[in-house]
């Protein structure tokens, strides 16, 4: 298998330009079914749509600081050259975090292609906020740039872990895990703070939903945490009902859902570099498909 996507030569590159539309980019997660989120990103800001607000979970996170650095191309160029890294998948970044998945590989400047331009990501006029979960009480915590100090980037991290497999992040004395433990698609978040205009990115069609089942794993693994156990045990359910949720708002108009045109068939730690590939144009040529559609829903007073 080969060790770097054979289209990789074809990613757009650049940066965003500095022109700002009110509204809230909402960012679902998924693991290597990001590169969704990602293609679709970089349509975005090859387009000029760029939103002042972004929250994300998970790989929606990460997703998002590369769409707030406004870096065209840098989170596909990543993952697309280094999936079959072992620092970042694999023995060494189980050496180095204690997890099969290094997250802090995409965040941290290691001599990787290219570090977050931080200067452009710290501009006080976006905001950025990663969701990760409270492992105490099972809620959802809000890591926002410019209001958490020096622990974005460890809210970042502990947004993009993956439960059973990645170690808890300890910030502030406090344990956390992947934001879609408690809540997977942040809607509810950017309604409450007043945003007007809503875009949800999903990573599975419209009607994928979830096979929900009272056989898990957590009540014996996190026997600790119990509300976080509570919280795994009920997720496929509490997932299907924020997709309905979305579905609903996205038909009154108060929010704009968008969504791979075709089921993804990508599995979260996905190994193919090809099919890693298609999804990411798959994700650009559906944000090309609708870009009418998203500057008229954006225009809309």
């Known amino acids: 298998m080969a060790h770097t996507y054979s289209g990789i030569n ?9 022109k700002l539309t009110e ?3 909402v960012l679902e997660g998924g693991a290597f079914r990001g ?8 349509a975005m800001m090859c387009n000029d749509i760029n939103l002042s607000c972004v929250i994300g979970v998970s790989a929606g996170a990460l997703s998002g600081l590369n769409y707030v650095s406004g870096q065209i191309g840098r989170s596909a160029r990543i993952n697309l050259s280094y999936r079959h890294d072992s620092r970042y998948v694999g023995v060494r970044a189980l050496i180095h975090s204690h997890s099969f998945l290094d997250v802090g590989f ?19 006029e976006q905001r950025f906020i990663a969701v990760a979960t409270n492992c105490l009480t099972g809620k959802p915590a809000c890591f926002e740039k410019g209001r958490c100090g020096d622990y974005l980037m460890d809210g970042v991290r502990a947004s993009a872990t993956m439960p059973y497999i990645s ?14 433990c408690a809540c997977a698609i942040p809607y509810r978040w950017a309604l409450k703070q007043g945003f007007r205009k809503i875009i949800v990115i999903r990573t599975r069609d419209p009607l994928f939903r979830k096979k929900e089942s009272r056989l898990s794993p957590a009540r014996r693994i996190y026997r600790h945490y119990p ?15 924020q997709c309905d ?14 969504a ?42």
């Open 35 to 42: 590169l969704y989120t990602q293609g679709f990103l970089d």
């Open 167 to 180: 170690p808890m992040v300890s910030i502030h004395g406090t344990p956390y895990l992947d934001g879609g």
């Open 10 to 18: 074809r990613i757009p590159d650049g940066h965003a330009s500095g």
């Open 227 to 241: 509300a976080l156990a509570e919280k795994l045990v009920r997720s496929d359910h509490r997932y299907n009902k």
């Open 106 to 124: 995409l965040t941290e400047d290691r001599g990787i292609l290219e570090p977050v331009d931080m200067e452009r990501f710290e501009r006080p």
């Open 260 to 301: 791979p045109s075709r089921p993804v068939t990508v599995g979260r730690v996905e190994p193919d570099l090809e099919k890693l590939g298609r999804l990411y144009w798959l994700g650009y040529n559906d944000c090309i498909a609708r870009l009418d559609a998203i500057r008229q829903y954006l225009s809309q007073p």
């Open 23 to 25: 509204g809230c980019l």
């Open 245 to 258: 949720e979305v579905e609903f708002l996205h038909r009154s108009g108060r929010l704009l859902r968008l």
